[in-house]
């Protein structure tokens, strides 16, 4: 992220539109997960769609439950970006998925 915004504000030609950073192939949520337990040493990460309705009485109560139904969208069908133009316009490559799960897994404090 922080190298596509130091690209885009160096070069005046390419302000006043869009740009996606680079990003590695889509996966599913359930890909990742399983990746950072594994990087954790945690026990396997379960994930499970929650109905609809659920969300819709949580948002009685929470007003971030309350957003979520607008955008679940995002988690019926793929949510892919395609950042293939910032990627040929400043010669930049995503940081592949388990290198940014190892990165975050290693930072992060220990439960223990």
Known sequence: M???LVAVADDE???GRPWHAP???PRSI???A???ATLAAAPTARTSRMPASVLRLA???NADAREIPEVRYQFDHPFVLDSR???EAFGLTPTPTEDALRETVTAAPSAA
């Open 30 to 32: 359930r890909e990742p």
């Open 23 to 25: 990003t590695p192939p």
């Open 85 to 87: 133009q910032a990627q």
């Open 13 to 15: 030609s390419t302000w």
């Open 34 to 36: 399983g990746l950072a």
């Open 59 to 61: 948002g009685l109560f």
């Open 2 to 4: 922080a190298r596509t």
